[in-house]
């Protein structure tokens, strides 16, 4: 009988590690070499990342072109597994720059950091006695990142809040962090523990959770777009995607496709510049469903007939610290993005997260999503088939004028086109 128990698994070496995986799962040798054979991120560096690493994953690394964001030209790395993203991205940047590309802004990078009290007798009186001792706390936070102080950050002010819960009243307490240009869970996690014994003395309650939200609500980053009518094929598809928007703000089953469809562009350069994917996502929802779940972009048609489309939402990300600046290949990402805070790349994702969401709504509005997605489907089952160099254009052809994109349908193709 096989096990998962493996005691001391953390202390092999990778090799070994990789060994143990290999038995407990029939892995073959090409296997083992697919997962052992590293690139840029080398195995050392991984291994001081993550825990129990036998390996890295690689994903397509493509680069949106065309975004020009306040004036400025940008080039954005993207790392994501489904077809058509770059793509869409780029196309919807093209028509963008029409009307003038992107226009940002956004708050500064506030953070907030939670608090948990439990069993609060007299929640008000403790609430109360936590806000008179703001200043004391502030100062305790401050005392614990030296650096984020002399980089212009640190912990601004607090938030006390009575909770009412199943398990008795509770009262919570926000620190709300500036974290300069770092994502700044560490910092404001660090912060949190270290004011929790000054927060006991006052209140006599213990804390139990200190951690940071991930509802960013006070990091916001925000972009704005002119589409021209004429540009994206006239009033109809304005019309169309006005149409499509308000069907995402009245129901959350389209909504939720919708904000994916933004998030397909965000995460993507979230990953490519080793931030915190989950986290934004986390963030991103969770501010889309503050009053109800709804669309993180708006639209409307200005007198001109144009489709104007804003984005508002927070981007936590980072530019110091973090897998950012121990990856080669991210660090790599930001130097082609050319950012130099991580206020600028969060407005640069917000904009590319407008920009994926109108491509989405204008192939649905014109053509349905499938048609670009195909022609990229069909690349993939050809070469799943076993298609290679020129055979690919050929085989796609075929799969697509017959309108069915099927591997056995490709193979066939495939063997008829050797024969000959
Ligand atoms: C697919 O990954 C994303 C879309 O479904 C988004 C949308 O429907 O708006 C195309």
Redesign the pocket.
């Known amino acids: 009988m096989k096990s998962s128990r493996i005691s001391g698994f953390y202390k092999l070496s990778f090799q070994e590690r990789l060994n143990k995986v290999k038995e407990f799962a029939n892995l073959t040798d090409e296997e083992v070499a697919f997962i052992s054979k590293t690139g840029s991120l080398d195995m050392g560096v991984a291994d001081r990342m993550i825990e129990n690493v036998i390996g890295t994953f690689e994903l397509p690394m493509g680069i949106a072109t065309n975004f020009l964001i306040d004036g400025k030209d940008y080039l954005i790395p993207m790392v994501v597994e ?1 077809p058509s ?1 770059v793509a869409a991205a780029s196309n919807a940047a093209r028509m963008a720059r029409a009307g003038g590309g992107f226009l940002t802004a956004s708050t500064p990078p506030l953070m907030i950091g939670q608090i948990q009290l439990v069993d609060a007798r007299n929640p008000h009186s403790t609430r109360h006695e936590i806000l008179r001792n703001g200043d004391e706390i502030i100062k305790i936070a401050n005392e614990q990142d030296p650096v984020l102080i002399k980089y212009g950050g640190g912990c601004r002010d607090i938030e006390v809040k009575v909770l009412n819960t199943v398990r008795g009243t509770m009262v919570i307490v926000h620190l709300v962090v500036d974290v300069r240009d770092a994502m700044g869970a560490n910092a404001v996690n660090t912060m949190c523990e270290a004011v929790s014994s000054f927060i006991e003395e006052i209140t006599g309650i213990k804390p139990r959770l200190r951690i940071v939200s991930n509802l960013a609500k006070f990091r916001l980053a925000r972009a704005k777009a002119v589409f021209e009518g004429e540009v994206i094929g006239g009033d109809d598809v304005v019309e169309g995607i006005l149409d499509a928007y308000e069907f995402a703000r009245a129901d959350p089953f389209r909504c939720a ?2 904000n ?2 933004i998030m ?1 562009g965000v995460s993507a350069v979230v990953i490519a510049t080793g931030n915190d994917f989950r986290a934004v996502e986390a963030g991103a929802h969770s501010f889309a469903a503050m009053k109800g779940y709804k669309p993180l972009t708006t639209y409307e048609k200005d007198v001109k007939g144009n489709l104007v489309g804003t984005i508002e939402i927070p981007v936590a990300v980072g530019t110091v610290g973090g897998s950012t600046s121990v990856n080669p290949i991210a660090a790599t990402c930001l130097k082609i993005l050319g950012v130099k805070t991580a206020d600028e790349l969060s407005r640069v994702i917000a904009a590319v997260g407008l920009a994926q ?1 109108f491509a ?2 204008r ?2 509005v014109a053509e349905g ?1 499938q048609r670009g997605h195909m022609s990229l489907h069909a690349r993939n089952v050809a070469m799943m088939a076993g298609a290679t160099g020129e055979e690919v254009d050929r085989v796609v052809e075929i799969l697509i004028k017959d309108g069915s994109i099927r591997i056995d349908r490709a193979r066939e193709i495939l063997e008829e086109m050797r024969s000959k």
């Open positions: 489904e993203v496709t919708h994916k469809g397909n969401n989405a709504l192939a649905l999503i």
